[in-house]
C-alpha cells in the first residue's frame, strides 16, 4: 500500500502521529512503547522525501532521524495548553457530578432522561465555571 501526501499534510500528520504517541505511552507504567517509536522513526526517515528540516533533523543520528528541539517545543506547548483545558473542565465536572450527588438520590440520577441530567450537570458546573475563570485555585480549599 502507498499514500500519497502533501507537505503539509506530512507535517500534520507527524504533529498528530507525535500527539498520538505522547497520550499513548506518557503516563504508561510499562516500558516505553518500541513499536510506536520505530512508527515515528519510520515517519522521520520521510522528512528528507518532503524536503521537512523544521520539524526533522535533515541528517540521522544513529542511523535514525530525529524530531528537532523547536518541534519538540511545539509539541509540548500543544499538550501543556490541552492539559491545562482538561485540567478546568475536568474539575468543574468532577465537582458538579459530586454536588449532584450530594442533591439527588442514586434512584433519582439513575431515573433522569439525559437532557435533563445533562442540563443539571451544567447548572452546577456554572459556579465553579465562573469561579475558576475569575481566581483559578486561589480560593479552593479542603475542610
Not at 500500500?1 to 507537505?7: G, N, P
Not at 509539541?75 to 457530578?97: G, H, K, P, Q
Not at 465555571?129 to 485555585?137: D, Q, R, S, Y
Amino acid at each position: 500500500m502507498q499514500i500519497e501526501l502533501t507537505t503539509e499534510q506530512y507535517r500534520l500528520l507527524l504533529k498528530l502521529a507525535h500527539l498520538g504517541d505522547y497520550m499513548a505511552n506518557a503516563y504508561s507504567v510499562e516500558e516505553e512503547n518500541d513499536e510506536s517509536e520505530k512508527l515515528l522513526h519510520h515517519l522521520h526517515s520521510y522528512a528528507p522525501a518532503f524536503k521537512e528540516k523544521e520539524f526533522i533533523h535533515d541528517k540521522p543520528f544513529e542511523n535514525v532521524f530525529r524530531s528537532t528541539e523547536s518541534f519538540d517545543n511545539m509539541i509540548t506547548e500543544m499538550i501543556s495548553e490541552y492539559n491545562d483545558e482538561v485540567f478546568w473542565i475536568e474539575l468543574c465536572e468532577r465537582l458538579a457530578a459530586r454536588d449532584l450527588e450530594e442533591k439527588y438520590s442514586k434512584k433519582e440520577l439513575e431515573s433522569m432522561d439525559v437532557e435533563r441530567l445533562y442540563r443539571e450537570r451544567q447548572e452546577c458546573m456554572i459556579p465553579y465555571e465562573n469561579e475558576f475563570e475569575k481566581n483559578g485555585i486561589d480560593r479552593l480549599t479542603i475542610k
